[in-house]
């Protein structure tokens, strides 16, 4: 038990929350860069009610729209020179993980005058790890990634088709603005991909991390059951506020640093993951359903007794159900069940991915992560060849 824990990030957590817009801006600034991603907060009405509030409270604001998913580093340099520009001193997020994450580093990037992609880990230390940020409101849309209260960011360089990660104190947002009627219109794919989302990040540290974390293991299967009970319900009726409501804290909770703490895991199914995202522009949450119970089928064999606790502890499988080795096969076989059940994709083939590219998938992770001994860090740590054999057993 050794661990330090820090998350400055003030979260306000209520239905109609976005009402309160205008009032926590004018606590951080006068002048605020609004960034959003497709439109869809300009269909559903959710960007004229976040205007309504800023205007009462007197902010004027410049907009940075169409951040796209998987957001490229070429949207950051876009909004961080409009900031600039503009005299902004506030970045508002509003929308989902991708204008979340771009609008983090956008902010950073402002006080950068080199390229902004130095500031993403990509096989090496970032030249440039970001000090000092404009003050960060997030106000998510959907609920999925856990960005609005943590401090970190992943973004693609489309170019060199990289997809990797920023994390750095000033990243932590200063208010997140969590407002579950904001995912009511959310669709049944995207709502069942956030559920894969937050699950998985709770699952990385569950099996990656190191041993003796009582505590920390509780934290993530109630967060997994949480997710399992209320999943199904946000992707059957989006409309059911209570379900969204449900499945939004348990976003919030999978990545704000509380199931992670002292864990000290890594995170190789998100690794391998941004690969496939970074070549094939795939929803993350969809590649993660894939990824994750190839994954955990290759680790089970190390560490059967975690995967049997997996098993047991969440998804119901009895104490005397075989052997350990079959009790965590059994886990693993409902919980991958249970994101068919949701509506996620469970097969490479289901993105439109081939077996061509494995080995450009495999080298790719390593070039973003590697350990010492150039393996992919988790439990087991993987070779570029275990890395190929668990893309490969989920063609
Ligand atoms: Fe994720």
Known sequence: MKFEFYNPTRLIFAAGALARLGEVTRE??????????????????????????LNAAGISFVECAGVEPNPRITSVVRGAERARAEGCDVVIA??????????KVMAAA???????WDMIYHGQPAPHVPVRSLPIITVPTLAATGSEMNDGAVITNAKTIVKSFVSAECLYPRVALVDPE????VPKQQTA??????????????????????????????TVITAMEWGPRAVANGADLEARAQVQWASVVALNGWVQVGVNAAFPVHMIEHVLSAHHDVAHGAGLAVVNPAWMRFAARDRPARFAQFAER??????????????????????????????????????????????????????????????????????????????????
Request: with cysteine; hydrophobic share 40%.
């Open 28 to 53: 951080q600034g006068k002048r605020a860069l609004l960034v959003t991603g497709g439109g869809s907060v300009k269909k559903n009405g959710v960007f004229d009610r976040a205007v309504a509030s």
């Open 94 to 103: 509003l929308g989902g993980g991708s204008t979340m994450d771009a609008a």
């Open 110 to 116: 402002v006080f950068y005058d080199g390229d902004p």
């Open 182 to 185: 904001l995912t009511l219109s």
């Open 193 to 222: 991909f956030g559920v894969c989302d937050l699950i998985t990040h709770v699952t990385e540290g569950y099996f990656n991390g190191v041993d003796g974390t009582p505590l920390q293991d509780r934290f993530a299967e109630g």
């Open 314 to 395: 969440i998804w119901g499988v009895p104490a005397t159900f075989g052997n350990e080795a079959a009790r965590a096969r059994e886990g693993i076989d409902r919980f991958e069940s249970f994101l068919r059940g949701l509506g996620c994709p469970t097969r490479l083939a289901e993105l439109g991915i081939g077996e061509s590219q494995l080995q450009r998938y495999a080298e790719d992770a390593l070039h973003v992560a590697h350990d010492r001994q150039g393996r992919l860090p988790g439990r087991p740590s993987l070779s570029k060849d275990e890395i190929v054999e668990v893309l490969r057993a989920a063609l």
